[in-house]
């Protein structure tokens, strides 16, 4: 094989990390927590994951990623469809007009920037699964799963931190 053939394999393979890491996530979501409450609320970790590459390479993980990603979250979560899909895509229509160098530089205000947003999230999932069951949801569950998924973000952006080093870089990427 051509040394430009290989560079081609090498740069998809770089690229579907992004995709990947996201699959990886939404894999740990659905685990079973290793508790005498398996039921119990736990940190959505694929909104970390996808509130992660939105900041820091939005061109690799698109929004056509995001709602699949979401979609099979549903389908494994027997939950009604576009419950995930559509939460994890309000991630980057929130942060659409937001500068993201800052925030690319900066863990804490990366962190701190995803409180709200976690917030919103949480809420428009309280919202869907009240019109999706015809009646009020508990808020506490939704509640405590979006600051756990708060929680849980530095953790995710130092466990993806290596993955972002091998990516090709933004000027790098061509129409591929």
Same mark, same amino acid.
């Given at each position: 094989?051509?040394?430009?053939?290989?560079? &081609?394999?090498?740069?998809?393979? &770089? &690229?579907?990390?992004?995709?990947?890491?996201?699959?990886?996530?939404?894999?740990?979501?659905? $685990? /079973?927590? !290793?508790?005498?409450?398996?039921?119990?609320?736990?940190?959505?970790?694929?909104?970390?994951?996808?509130? %992660?590459?939105?900041?820091?390479?939005?061109?690799?993980?698109?929004?056509?990623?995001?709602?699949?990603?979401?979609? =099979?979250?549903?389908?494994? @979560? %027997? =939950? !009604?469809?576009? $419950?995930?899909?559509?939460?994890?895509?309000?991630?980057?229509?929130? $942060?659409?007009?937001?500068?993201? @160098?800052?925030?690319?530089?900066?863990? !804490?205000?990366?962190?701190?920037?995803?409180?709200?947003?976690?917030?919103?999230?949480?809420?428009?999932?309280?919202?869907?699964?009240?019109?999706?069951?015809?009646?009020?949801? !508990?808020?506490? /569950?939704? =509640?405590?799963?979006?600051?756990?998924?708060?929680?849980?973000?530095? $953790?995710?952006?130092?466990?993806?931190?290596?993955?972002?080093?091998?990516? /090709?870089?933004?000027?790098?990427?061509? @129409?591929?």
């Amino acid at each position: 094989m051509s040394e430009t053939g290989l560079s &081609r394999i090498e740069l998809l393979l &770089r &690229r579907s990390l992004v995709f990947a890491s996201a699959l990886v996530a939404l894999v740990v979501d659905l $685990l /079973p927590l !290793p508790s005498p409450a398996p039921q119990a609320v736990a940190p959505l970790v694929t909104l970390a994951v996808v509130y %992660h590459w939105t900041v820091h390479r939005p061109d690799f993980l698109t929004p056509g990623s995001i709602f699949f990603v979401g979609l =099979l979250r549903d389908l494994a @979560g %027997h =939950l !009604p469809l576009g $419950l995930h899909a559509s939460s994890f895509l309000l991630v980057p229509a929130l $942060l659409r007009r937001v500068p993201r @160098g800052p925030l690319q530089r900066s863990l !804490p205000l990366a962190w701190l920037l995803l409180f709200p947003i976690v917030a919103l999230v949480g809420l428009w999932r309280w919202l869907l699964a009240a019109l999706v069951w015809l009646q009020p949801a !508990p808020v506490r /569950p939704f =509640l405590v799963e979006s600051l756990l998924s708060w929680a849980v973000y530095p $953790l995710v952006a130092v466990l993806l931190a290596p993955v972002e080093r091998v990516l /090709p870089r933004a000027g790098n990427v061509s @129409g591929s």
